[in-house]
C-alpha cells in the first residue's frame, strides 16, 4: 500500500477516534443542553474540545505551520459548532426526541457532517505535505 494512503488512513482513524472522545466521552450535560442556544459557552466549549483534540492528527502525519494549524482549528471551529447547533434547532423546532426516528435521523446527518469535515482537514494535510 503507498504510504500516502496508509497517512490519510491513520489520519481518518485519528480524527474518528477523538471525535468519538469529544462527541460521547468528554461532552457534558452542560454543553449539550446548551449547544442549541447561539454563542452559549456550553457550545463553544464543546467545540473548542474538538479543536484542542485535533493536533493529534499532527502526530501520525507530520508538523505542519502554525499558519495552516490555525487556519485548520478556526475552519474546525466555525463548521463543528453551527452542524451542531444547526442540528439542535432542528431536534428542537420540531419537537424531536431520542425516542422518534426523525432524533435519530438528524443525528446520524450530523455525524455525516463531522465526517465530510475531517475528510477535508485530511485533505488540507496531505495537500501541504506534498
Known sequence: MPDIAILILVAMAVLMAKHMAADFFLQSAYQCRNKGTYGHPGGLLHSGIHVALTPLVYLVTAPVSLLLAIGIAVGEFAVHYHIDWAKEQIIRRCGWTPQTSRFWNALGFDQ????????????????ALS
Open 112 to 127: 455525516f457532517l463531522h465526517g465530510l469535515t475531517y475528510l477535508t482537514i485530511v485533505a488540507v494535510l496531505v495537500w
